[in-house]
């Protein structure tokens, strides 16, 4: 009977930490895979050729919570949306960040996608 009561505490036991294990992963986010489905495009503003609109597209299934913008030129700007606009002072390339936040419950990710933006 004691034999019994142990072998069938042990099989709950692996059964809760299989349980628990699985719950664990279901909270962290594979930023490497993330990355694939992050990226951002611009277009120049056709009144103001150094006005750039930025927008970021992610295709993943967890909440984009964030991005934050960095136009190269010292600027940053930090979005709810997927969105932003910048003006730049002169023309020339500019080596543009997009640091999008993603959340999966408790666990976040940050996937850092860049761009080479030219201002005539």
């Known amino acids: ?17 299989f349980v628990s ?3 664990q992963a279901a909270g962290i986010i594979d930023c490497l895979g993330e990355s694939i489905l992050t990226s951002f495009s611009h277009t ?15 295709s993943g ?4 919570s964030s991005v934050k913008f960095e136009f190269g030129d010292g600027q940053t700007e930090t979005v709810a949306g997927t969105t932003a606009s910048h003006t730049y002072a002169g023309a020339g390339t500019y080596s543009v960040k997009a640091r999008v936040t993603l959340k999966n419950n408790k666990a976040t990710c940050e996937v850092d996608p860049v761009k080479q933006v030219v201002v005539n």
Do not use: R
């Open 1 to 17: 009977m004691k034999i019994q009561i142990k072998l069938t505490a042990l099989v709950l036991m692996m059964i809760m930490g």
């Open 21 to 23: 294990c699985k719950k």
């Open 44 to 58: 120049t503003d056709a009144n103001n050729p150094k006005k750039v609109n930025f927008v970021v597209k992610y």
């Open 61 to 64: 299934s967890h909440t984009l």
